[in-house]
């Protein structure tokens, strides 16, 4: 089993930057996902392969991968980004998703 | 666009086999480059990836729900289903279903269903 370690919540004002962390033994050396999921909503997946927007997520979302840790960057934080964050990689033929964070817009 | 739509019993009995089926629309379920998958997620807790099924039939498992999942595919009528057998109080959950990238160097889960909540009691 491979375990991902996230916060289970995070605070952050509105315009300011919220960074969400996702982490395990040499997590640098997988492609992670990440996806966002709100209230009564399905998981929308905002970034993919590390740092890759799909069509239609805005480029205030962004990522980096490396060492132990990766890291999922909303900037100019918005209220509409309050929601649980989940990370996501593929090891062994096997999905492996972290606990989530809930991130709280104040 | 791609749609996808979980259906199936919202209650299954304890020690019975929990039965979902997930219809595509939009797009080809023949895709060469995706799989298709069951995630599940508890109420109030995270995301469990179950399963997921390419066209041609060929699975990847959950190794903590393998013995009891099988996972299949009907490519004729642009469905995908999963059966969960011996479920308990435990298995109580929204089921979503979603395409899987699934590639050692792509692996990501889009779009998903709306998910269908389904709840083991007698």
């Known amino acids: 089993s491979y375990e991902l370690t996230q916060p289970p919540s995070l605070s952050v004002s509105p315009g300011q930057t919220a960074t969400i962390t996702c982490s395990a033994d040499?997590?640098?050396?997988?492609?992670v996902s990440w996806y966002q999921q709100k209230p009564g909503q399905s998981p929308l997946l905002v970034l993919y392969?590390?740092?890759k927007r799909p069509s239609g997520i805005p480029e205030r979302f962004s990522g980096s991968n490396s060492g132990n840790t990766a890291t999922l960057t909303i900037r100019g934080t918005q209220a509409m980004d309050e929601a649980a964050y989940y990370c996501?990689?593929?090891?062994?033929?096997?999905?492996?998703f972290g606990r989530g964070t809930e991130l709280a817009v104040l | 666009q791609l749609q996808l739509q979980e259906s199936g019993p919202v209650l299954v009995k304890p020690s019975e086999t929990l039965s979902l089926t997930c219809f595509v629309s939009?797009?080809?379920?023949?895709?060469?480059?995706?799989?298709w998958a069951w995630i599940r997620q508890p109420p109030g807790k995270g995301l469990e990836w179950i399963g997921s099924?390419?066209?041609?039939?060929?699975?990847h498992y959950n190794p903590s729900l393998k013995s009891r999942v099988t996972i299949s595919v009907d490519p004729s009528n642009k469905q995908f289903s999963l059966k969960l057998n011996s479920v308990t109080a435990a298995d109580t959950a929204v089921f979503y279903c979603?395409?899987?990238?699934?590639?050692?160097?792509?692996?990501?889960?889009?779009?998903w269903g709306q998910g269908a909540l389904v709840t083991v009691s007698s």
């Open positions: 979603a395409r899987h990238r699934l590639e050692p160097q792509r692996n990501w889960f889009d779009p």
């Open positions: 392969q590390d740092t």
């Open positions: 939009g797009d080809s379920i023949t895709s060469s480059i995706y799989y």
């Open positions: 996501q990689l593929w090891d062994r033929n096997t999905a492996f």
């Open positions: 099924v390419f066209y041609t039939g060929d699975t």
């Open positions: 040499k997590l640098g050396d997988y492609y």
